[in-house]
């Protein structure tokens, strides 16, 4: 017999109040067409039945309705053999008024019985596993097991089968929640201060945020606790980029001016470990700064409902936390030098606050202060008149930092070189000075040196740059241009693409890499070796006939990190198209194993300072003239893995020609003899060069 609809009239029977009708109502539908029974006769049944009626008699009588559930309760047993039951029951002739009556519809051939009258027996029969002798109970559980059909019922999950492996589970997604959020609340934004010791302090923001939590209902709850989770994500991964720029650029990460410097990195690592390297890093970079703030919500969320779950406790442990943070921070409390009591996060926040407010600050500031040029209205008779005639070159060397004279790994080799360069110069006729300049920047961001020591401006950050390149400001380029003597060019093989910066610069014509006829191959970052630079420059300058002197801004690129692989000096006739360097890129040391060890980085970057000075040195003994004035410098500092973690910003400068009386006019700049500065030689701050030098050699400041 079915087994789906059973426990329909059962569910009726336990569920709502007994009364007479309902309970007999299932019995009554089948009895109808065999005995009416006079509603009369219930009453003396039941009061039967409770002074104490044999079960005989009380079955003989008017069931009440839990006798009723109880005969449709009745064991299979019986219910198979009721056609007998029910036929000698009514074969009795001493009781003809007894219920046994109301079962003759079972005693009525099946196939004529009305599927009315089929339901009920269907119904008791599925009642014979309940429990209706109790009114009050609820069959709602006896309905759910009895409506799932043999191999229906559901497999337990694994949770179930296995409780040790998922309670183990989420006490280890819990213990993973609680260290992701206790980092990202004490990450630090620098290599140095990154210690285990930084990890075990108490922080202020986890007992405050634990104190708003517990406060609020759930779905504020979870709401808030989301959003500070991603909040602490995002800061976590500035507090990564803070590391990056720290570590390379000597500078913190400026939310409001670098994310532009962020293409320029993928660049740089397209250069240094290839195209498929740079992809695989750039995507992982993307993912982490896009995974990290959902991990840390989720984190978030799940701690604030472990808090919520056990509020008492919680309560506690917050109140313990709070007491034990402000005695820490009262009594200035350590671990192993170690504050107890932090407030990391908020610090953290406020700083990269306040630097976002000082840029937009700053920004309305420097644009007036770099109206304020001296210069700006000297006639161009007047600018530089004691270097008429003069080929004047200004000539950047990458990375050449004080770093690599004073460094001990470093300075042999550089020392050497220059020492060597100073006696083949002095050989050749021509004298040196040399001094220090402060640079603007350190590490990298080479266009912000080049155009503080070119505009006299102190340009330390993109918006500055920006800034300055839309101005009419007067560079030193500018300045021999205005005078309609000279012709100013650039060759700037480390541009690759347009640069309209030229015409602020006041270049008449800039090389750019493509347009130098090099065919080699790429050295790193570096598009070409100096040595061909400076043989282009004088192919398609310098060595032509002119009835102009030249003044020239040349920036060398071969001292670029990463320093491997290295180019090689060769010889002059065989330079050619620049195809002679295949070899030797090829021998070359792989950039990775360079980069990341610090003591190689510090040799191979010591051997590319040793081979730009000396292709300068050789370029100037072979083709310089009397009337050849070079300026050349380091832009900045190397990052902070080879410079080391306090490094000045300091770099060299030096001054050569052969006309003595060039160098006669700066004798009061107390700079050194030689291509070295001494320690005794002054520091002046980069952005100051361009006033001293347009000042020494004659140009004029004009009256108001």
Do not use: C
Request: aromatic share 8%.
């Amino acid at each position: 017999m079915p087994l789906f609809t059973r426990n329909i009239p059962t569910t009726d029977a336990t569920t709502e109040e007994p009364s007479s009708e309902t309970a007999a109502e299932p019995v009554t539908e089948a009895a109808d067409t065999a005995v009416e029974e006079p509603a009369a006769e219930e009453p003396p049944v039941q009061e039967a039945a409770a002074e104490g009626t044999p079960a005989e008699e009380a079955s003989a009588a008017e069931p009440s309705k839990p006798t009723r559930a109880a005969e449709a309760a009745k064991p299979t047993g019986a219910a198979e053999a009721s056609d007998t039951t029910e036929a000698t029951e009514a074969s009795k002739p001493d009781e003809p008024s007894r219920p046994a009556k109301a079962a003759k519809p079972a005693q009525v051939d099946e196939a004529s019985r009305p599927a009315e009258a089929a339901e009920p027996t269907e119904a008791a029969e599925a009642s014979k596993s309940t429990e209706p002798d109790q009114p009050g109970k609820s069959a709602e559980p006896q309905e759910s097991t009895d409506l799932t059909a043999p191999g229906d019922a559901a497999k337990p999950d694994w949770r179930t089968r296995r409780p040790t492996a998922a309670r183990n589970l989420r006490w280890a997604v819990t213990a993973l929640s609680v260290l992701l959020v206790i980092g990202a609340l004490q990450m630090p934004n620098t290599l140095g201060n990154l210690r285990i010791s930084e990890f075990f302090r108490l922080p202020a923001e986890a007992i405050v945020g634990a104190v708003v939590l517990l406060a609020m209902p759930r779905r504020p709850r979870v709401i808030a606790a989301a959003g500070i989770g991603a909040f602490l994500g995002a800061l976590t991964v500035l507090n990564l980029l803070d590391m990056g720029f720290v570590e390379y650029l000597g500078r913190h990460f400026n939310l409001v001016l670098d994310w532009q410097l962020l293409a320029d990195a993928q660049s740089y690592l397209t250069d240094t470990i290839g195209t498929a390297g740079s992809i695989a890093a750039t995507l992982a970079v993307i993912a982490l700064a896009l995974l990290l703030p959902v991990v840390t919500a989720l984190a978030t969320v799940r701690l604030s409902g472990l808090l919520a779950r056990n509020n008492t406790v919680a309560t506690k442990a917050t109140l313990i936390a709070g007491t034990v943070w402000i005695t820490s921070m009262s009594l200035g409390l350590t671990i192993g030098g170690v504050p107890i009591a932090s407030d990391h996060t908020a610090g953290v926040v406020k700083v990269h606050a306040r630097r976002a407010s000082d840029t937009f600050r700053d920004e309305a500031a420097f644009e007036k202060f770099a109206k304020k040029d001296p210069f700006a209205n000297t006639p161009g008779d007047q600018l530089v008149p004691d270097l008429r005639g003069k080929d004047v070159i200004v000539m950047f060397i990458e990375s050449y930092g004080r770093s690599a004279i004073e460094d001990p790994v470093m300075a042999p080799g550089v020392g050497k070189t220059l020492a060597d360069g100073t006696r083949t110069l002095t050989d050749a006729g021509f004298a040196a000075k040399s001094g220090w300049l402060t640079s603007a920047t350190y590490g990298g961001s080479s266009w912000l040196g080049h155009s503080t020591f070119l505009s006299g401006l102190w340009i330390n950050n993109q918006q500055r740059y920006n800034t300055l390149v839309n101005s009419d400001r007067l560079t030193l380029t500018e300045a021999f241009r205005r005078t309609g003597d000279w012709r100013t060019v650039g060759v700037m093989p480390g541009v690759q693409k347009r640069w309209p910066e030229e015409e602020f610069y006041g270049l008449e014509k800039n090389y750019e890499s493509r347009d130098l006829g090099y065919k080699g191959p790429k050295f790193s970052w570096s598009t070409m070796p100096d040595q061909y630079t400076l043989e282009a420059f004088q192919r398609l300058e310098h060595g032509r006939k002119s009835d102009k002197p030249l003044m020239s801004e040349i920036i060398l690129t071969s001292s670029h990190q990463p320093w491997a692989p290295l180019p090689e000096t060769v010889p002059q006739d065989q330079l050619g198209d620049g195809s002679v360097f295949e070899d030797i890129q090829k021998a070359g040391k792989d950039p990775k194993d360079v980069l990341y060890d610090e003591t190689q980085a510090k040799q191979e970057y010591g051997k590319s300072i040793q081979y730009s000075v000396t292709s300068v040195v050789d370029w100037l003994k072979r083709y310089g003239t009397d009337d050849t004035v070079l300026v050349f410098l380091g832009d900045h500092q190397p990052m902070s893995q080879v410079s080391g973690p306090n490094a000045s910003r300091d770099v060299p400068i030096s001054i050569v020609a052969k006309d003595p009386k060039v160098l006669d006019k700066i004798t009061d700049w107390n700079w050194s003899d030689g291509l070295r500065p001494t320690d005794e030689a002054p520091v002046w701050k980069m952005s100051a060069f361009r006033d001293k030098f347009l000042t020494a050699y004659g140009s004029t400041v004009p009256r108001n």
